[in-house]
């Protein structure tokens, strides 16, 4: 082991583990401690690699996972799990069981999903090392496992309801830019459905607690707000809508909406 790893190795944890993390601190040691792993061989650990120096390169690549998500950055999440593919795929029999390996599947599962590769999502569940009657029974699994099934039944709002019951804190990145996804879908079925809506319930269709995160994102979708009507009028591209019968399907997700608000 690199004389240097140890000790880097700590102060990396001291730095993510501390309250709030040093993302900026842990984001320079990360960078000199995968030089150190390329140098030892740990980075693409072979058979003959030491066990131990393999726990604990597993350990700085999953704080990288972690620490990639916090920083909002989805390549280098990417990156970072493509890296520990190895460790749990090729070394499980070697290595002792890591706490985050299943936190770090999970939010790979939830990637797929923003990414809409649902094939690669079921590809990807149904390759862990799990038996099946352990699967839902795991946290970290069941949390993707649920979303992708109220995405494919169009339950949204228990998706929005999902940021609150995620397993770890970086799973809620993960659902906000989800629910970015499904605004952005919604915002093209009102567009097709309507001339126009009250602020109120296009706030409730979309999810969105104040009115100026309303506000902020019609101005993105090129919306005319009437504040003294409270009402926003779509801008309509093309006579498209009058095919796309999704009218009824609004209508039914605001009555249910609409039912949400009156039980909480």
């Known amino acids: 082991m690199s004389s240097q790893l140890p000790n880097l190795h700590k102060e ?32 693409f650990p072979q058979p003959s690699s030491n066990p131990k120096e393999l726990v604990v390169a597993r350990d700085i690549l999953e704080i990288g996972a972690f620490w990639s998500i916090r920083t909002r950055d989805v390549p280098s999440f990417d990156r970072y799990f493509s890296q520990l593919q190895t460790f749990y795929n090729d070394f499980n029999s ?115 607690k104040t009115q100026s995160e309303l506000l902020a994102f019609a101005k993105q979708r090129d919306w005319q707000v009437n504040l003294t009507q409270e009402t926003i009028t779509f801008t309509h591209k093309s006579e498209e809508k009058m095919e796309i019968p999704k009218d009824k399907l609004i209508a039914n997700n605001l009555a249910y909406a609409r039912e949400l608000e009156q039980i909480v």
């Open 12 to 43: 990396l944890i001291r730095a993510f583990t501390s309250h709030p993390s040093d993302l900026a601190a842990t984001g320079k040691l990360l960078a000199r401690l995968k030089i150190v792993l390329i140098d030892t061989d740990l980075l």
């Open 94 to 208: 070697v290595l002792p069981p890591s706490e985050r390996e299943y936190p770090i599947r999970g939010l790979n599962l939830i990637r797929l999903l923003i990414q809409n590769r649902i094939a690669d999502f079921h590809t990807t569940l149904e390759s862990l090392p799990l038996p099946a009657d352990e699967l839902l029974n795991n946290p970290f699994i069941k949390h993707p496992v649920n979303l992708e099934r109220w995405l494919m039944e169009g339950s949204y709002s228990k998706v929005w309801n999902a940021r609150e019951e995620a397993p770890a804190e970086e799973y809620k990145f993960f659902v906000d830019s989800l629910m970015g996804t499904i605004r952005n879908e919604i915002a093209s079925c009102e567009e097709a459905a309507y001339e126009s809506l009250p602020l109120k319930d296009a706030a409730t269709l979309l999810f969105f």
